[in-house]
């Protein structure tokens, strides 16, 4: 992917969260990944696209998204690499919350073997 392809993507991924306060963290990363791709050395810019929790789950409960947003989790990779002890003493995080993430991850085939049990 060329520089020029990966920030066209980046501003392609923006559009659809500039009307909702949510997803401000994850326009702010979006954004940032473009600013930084202007400035980087190589064209080869696929290892620097992340997913974005709120562009791939834009159905989760507002809850569920203030918790994410108070933990600063804003793509799929950062979320799935959490403990589960850690994700449970998240503030106002629970069951429902939990199993809101779980539906969405197994969706898109994402979801780690021990979410999975649960």
């Known amino acids: 992917m060329t520089r020029k392809e990966f920030v066209g ?6 559009i659809p969260l500039l009307g ?3 997803n401000e963290d994850a326009l702010k990363s979006i954004l940032n990944d ?9 064209d080869d810019l696929d290892a620097r696209s ?9 159905h989760l409960s507002i809850r569920t998204m203030n918790c994410l947003r108070y933990a600063n989790i804003v793509t799929i990779e950062q979320l799935i690499t959490q403990p589960l002890r850690d994700i449970f003493s998240w503030r106002n995080f629970g069951r429902r919350s939990f199993d809101e993430l779980r539906k ?7 979801c780690p073997e021990d979410w999975q049990l649960r």
Do not use: C, H, N, Q
């Open 20 to 22: 909702d306060w949510r």
């Open 104 to 110: 969405g991850l197994l969706e898109i085939g994402r």
């Open 34 to 42: 473009a600013y930084e791709a202007l400035f980087m050395e190589t």
């Open 9 to 14: 993507k980046k501003i392609k991924e923006a």
């Open 50 to 58: 992340a997913t974005y929790i709120s562009v791939v789950f834009p």
